[in-house]
């Protein structure tokens, strides 16, 4: 039996990798030189929609889009007419591809996600098909303060060819990780920055007693003013592991990522970011009640991701019904930068980016907020915001052709380009083909069963004639009752039923 299951699963792991191959090519590859995309309807979201629009690109960035682009005779031409082009959709956060969501360990700054990558899984594959472009990979909330994430392409064999820009963001958590409770979690903070504060001191003193030593001379202050002259002298490579990214966060070298899973999470989290001198770089990332704070998030000001469910409902205490709150719309009238974030948990359209900013401009905000919480603002929120996220002469080429308006759910992606790179074609597509060949043999299958149903249920029937109940004669019609009672009540079929 083992060489026969050792040969099945051969056979599955090479069929596997046939199917997902074309849509997932290596990142290797070198992008044609020059690219003109004509004909489309464009939109670009740095300004408004272009109809009839060329795009023309050069060694994956774009050189020039509009009407008028005049496009090089020796670009390789692609007529897009009748297509929708716009900016390649980006997830602002995610752990779907690592292979573990979160560490044991509740501090762990010298984490990077690039260990727990995993670029085969089929979740990059199935991003690049619902035309995300650029994904943020980064730590679960299970933490106090995790490891360094990176925003990556869907596309590579290994997390470095996957990677856009690596140590991005220092993921952090002010809701407790399991097994913690909030005087718990903040403790750990308070601990954590304390004991950097005194290393950097111990160091700082260290690195200035070093230099002196080096001219041949003695320590000639005290040690405040030793360890107020080593803080210039220190460098990323004085540091260990364990403090050198908390001192790169301090430095604002990184960004906090800090989650904020309810209301009262958030005064806590602008006041760490604060005293630590990381405020003016912190994205919240909010969770479902988080929005009845909105008075602490507008004075705070900073950019937030919200949650994956963009409703939230309770009970009313008082009379049971259950209220909902639409978030983006709180969000929005607090004039607060916003991110949204597919919901792969849902069993509706809600896994997909477009459909939950189609579900903004539903709820009233205006399609541009709604197209930029799916693109640019992501962008600029990790600081990738000169790069990626619209369509503009100098940006990288990442391109999503849909087959209609991206906000429509009758749409879908077509095609999609990275770096100028065909990343991906429906048309060339193996798993989804057999999905949709599947999809097509379950409906026969229902149908099948259902004409037989039918079939069956005729044949059972009894024929015209027969096995029919003898309709009552006059002569077996029970005796009407000649009292009022029985003559006031409604008889079947009378004149007196309803």
């Known amino acids: 039996m083992k060489p026969m299951f050792r040969g099945l699963l051969g056979a599955a792991i090479v069929a596997a990798g ?14 044609p030189a020059k690219i003109a995309l004509t004909g489309a309807r464009v939109i670009p979201v740095a300004g408004p929609d272009l109809e009839g629009a060329t795009i023309l690109i050069e060694h994956g960035r774009i050189t020039a889009v509009g009407a008028d682009a005049k496009i090089p005779f020796d670009a390789m031409e692609i007529d897009c ?20 969501p979160n560490e044991t360990l509740p501090v762990a700054p010298f984490l990077d996600v690039a260990d727990a990558m995993d670029p085969s899984r089929l979740y990059f594959e199935d991003a690049l098909r619902d035309g995300i472009t650029t994904i943020h990979v980064i730590q679960a909330d299970s933490t106090v303060i995790g490891g360094l994430s990176r925003a990556v392409r869907p596309i590579g064999l290994t997390p470095d060819e996957m990677a856009v820009a690596a140590g991005l963001a220092l993921k952090m958590s002010i809701s407790p990780r399991g097994g913690y409770d909030r005087m718990q979690q903040m403790a750990t903070f308070r601990e954590t920055f304390r004991e950097l504060d005194e290393y950097t001191e111990t160091i700082a003193e260290q690195k200035y007693e070093e230099s002196l030593s080096k001219e041949n001379k003695k320590v000639d202050v005290g040690p405040a003013e030793a360890r107020q002259r080593g803080r210039k002298l220190l460098t990323d490579a004085d540091h260990d ?29 602008v006041q760490l970011a604060t005293e630590h001198g990381f405020f003016e770089k912190t994205v919240f990332a909010l969770g479902s009640d988080t929005f009845k704070a909105i008075g602490e998030l507008k004075k705070a000001g900073r950019p937030v991701i919200l949650p994956e469910d963009l409703f939230h409902r309770e009970r009313d205490s008082v009379t049971g019904e259950i209220r909902e709150t639409f978030i983006p719309a709180k969000i929005h009238e607090a004039g607060l930068m916003f991110a949204l974030q597919p919901n792969p948990n849902s069993s509706m359209a809600e896994r997909y980016l477009t459909y939950q900013a189609a579900l903004c401009v539903r709820h009233g905000i205006p399609r541009q907020t709604a197209l930029e919480a799916i693109t640019l603002n992501a962008a600029k929120m990790m600081g990738l915001g000169d790069r990626l996220g619209s369509i503009e002469a100098g940006k990288v080429a990442n391109l999503t052709i849909y087959n209609g308006d991206p906000l429509d759910f009758n749409s879908w992606v077509e095609q999609v ?10 048309s060339d597509d193996p798993r989804l083909e057999e999905l949709l060949r599947l999809e097509g043999v379950a409906k026969e299958a229902d149908e099948a069963k259902r004409q ?47």
Request: aromatic content about 4%; overall charge neutral.
């Open 81 to 100: 007419t009748g297509k929708v082009i716009m900016p390649g959709l980006i997830e602002p956060q995610s752990w779907r591809g690592l292979d573990v």
């Open 18 to 31: 046939i199917l997902s191959a074309p849509a997932r090519p290596a990142r290797a590859a070198e992008p």
């Open 417 to 426: 380009y990275i770096d100028g790179i065909l990343a991906y074609d429906r």
């Open 241 to 269: 592991d364990q403090h050198r990214n908390l001192m790169r966060l301090k430095r604002g070298d990184l960004i906090a990522w800090i989650n904020v899973g309810s209301a009262m999470d958030v005064a806590p989290a």
């Open 452 to 498: 037989a149903a039918e079939e069956a249920k005729k044949e059972s029937a009894p024929a015209d004639g027969q096995n029919a109940e003898p309709k009552p004669t006059e002569e077996s019609k029970p005796a009407e009752s000649t009292s009022p009672a029985e003559n006031a009540r409604p008889r079947r079929g009378g004149g007196g039923g309803r």
